[in-house]
């Protein structure tokens, strides 16, 4: 049976959120605060948000906390689901003589109270994830724990509500929002946790929802960057990549990650997006066979002999691209793909020596998106997005002819 915990608090309120200041010793900060492995479905997306959010800096945290007798912690704001937090608020008498207004007094009745966690509670820091990790290490040495166990903390606990998405993603932007005051966020903090950007909601959405995404089959790497190692013969892409793919998908106005659309928006490019796997699944002989045949691994199609764009960042971004401007010229996701299948997808191949692939050196060129999208639409005979980038294409194979 867990323990409850009782802790003295106010009650507070600002915009629609209700909140209670606390107070934690370093001890219960190590002990109830955990990983925010409840806000998405997908396992690995909530380990990586654990890794983005939290996981850094613990260790010049845990230095300063065990080396500094004027150690000093801000408060943290922690975010609460499940069980069953209850406040009972506390009756407050205060002497006729002290001077206290009857309006000073209102103010009080009604503030003061106890917290009472039941003990099955999950709680994540939203802002202090550093300073719970370096208290966190500082605390394994069982010498320090003894000294320092007993320090306090300000903890300001909010709630969200865990059975529904609502309850979820008013943490979430509560995490972006805070964070966003005090600091710029990584690129990937934001994919997992902003709840204006389309584009990370949809990617969320996506590994949430398209089987192709589940944690079990390994083929979405949790990783800050946008690259898959050479060891990893699991992985289609990384979080970031997909994000990309994504945002590559929707073609729409720049600022379309600023401010949250509504949900009919969401849906529909989600459904696009999941059309586009499911496409490429169907049409892609290469990708229904490790995909759904289970008959070989991504890696297999990332070697120098054997180098399928749709199994390369840069050519997932580059025929998504490309699958976005056939279907704003109101081709279905599903005649995009037959007609940019109609080209050269393996890019050892010399149509794409030095626009995705240096053949000298047999490496990656991953800094051409917009000229690789030009060349498959060329080689698959669909006109280009525009006039200039049609002639930056044939100036870099002018050269690439010269060089010859």
Not at 272 to 277: D, I, P, T
Request: net charge neutral; glycine share 6%.
């Amino acid at each position: 049976m867990k323990t409850a915990n009782l802790l003295p608090s106010i009650r507070s309120r600002v915009g629609d959120w209700n909140y209670y200041v606390t107070t934690l010793s370093f001890r219960e900060v190590s002990e109830l605060i955990k990983a925010p492995d409840e806000i998405h479905e997908r396992k690995k997306l909530a380990e990586w948000i654990q890794r983005e959010a939290i996981d850094s800096h613990s260790e010049a945290i845990a230095t300063y906390i065990v080396g500094n007798p004027q150690r000093f912690l801000g408060a943290l704001i922690v975010g609460v689901y499940g069980g069953s937090p209850n406040w009972t608020p506390l009756n407050v008498k205060v002497p006729a003589d002290e001077g206290i207004s009857e309006e000073q007094l209102q103010r009080i009745e009604g503030r003061l109270g106890l917290l009472r966690l039941s003990g099955s509670e999950n709680l994540f820091a939203i802002d202090g994830q550093h300073r719970v990790a370096g208290i966190k290490l500082a605390l394994k040495d069982a010498k320090v724990a003894e000294q320092i166990g007993n320090d306090s903390m300000s903890a300001i606990f909010v709630a969200h509500d865990p059975k529904s998405e609502s309850g979820k993603q008013r943490t979430r932007r509560l995490f972006t929002t805070v964070n966003k005051k005090t600091k710029i966020i990584s690129k990937a903090a934001k994919i997992a946790l902003d709840e204006d950007d389309c584009f990370a909601i949809v990617t969320r959405r996506l590994i949430d929802s398209h089987w192709l995404f589940e944690d079990a089959r390994k083929h979405v790497l949790y990783t800050s960057g946008g690259s898959i190692p050479a060891t990893d013969t699991s992985s289609i892409t990384s979080i970031v990549g997909l994000f990309e793919i994504v945002k590559d998908l929707h073609g729409g106005p720049k600022d379309f990650d600023q401010d949250r659309p509504g949900e009919p928006v969401l849906t529909a490019h989600l459904e696009l997006c999941e059309a586009f796997f499911d496409e490429l699944l169907a049409q892609i002989p290469e990708f229904k066979a490790v995909f759904v045949n289970r008959n070989g691994t991504p890696g297999a199609y990332r070697l120098a002999e054997c180098n399928h764009m749709l199994f390369r960042p840069i050519g997932q971004r580059a025929f998504a691209r490309a699958v976005q401007l056939l279907v704003e010229r109101k081709n279905s996701v599903a005649t995009a793909v037959k007609k940019l299948r109609a080209a050269e997808l393996f890019i050892q191949n010399e149509e794409w020596h030095h626009i995705m692939w240096n053949p000298v050196a047999k490496t990656m060129i991953t800094n051409k998106v917009l000229i690789a999208e030009a060349q498959l639409l060329r080689l698959a005979g669909q006109p280009l997005r525009n006039k200039t980038i049609g002639k930056k294409l044939d100036a870099l194979l002018a050269s690439i002819a010269e060089e010859a």
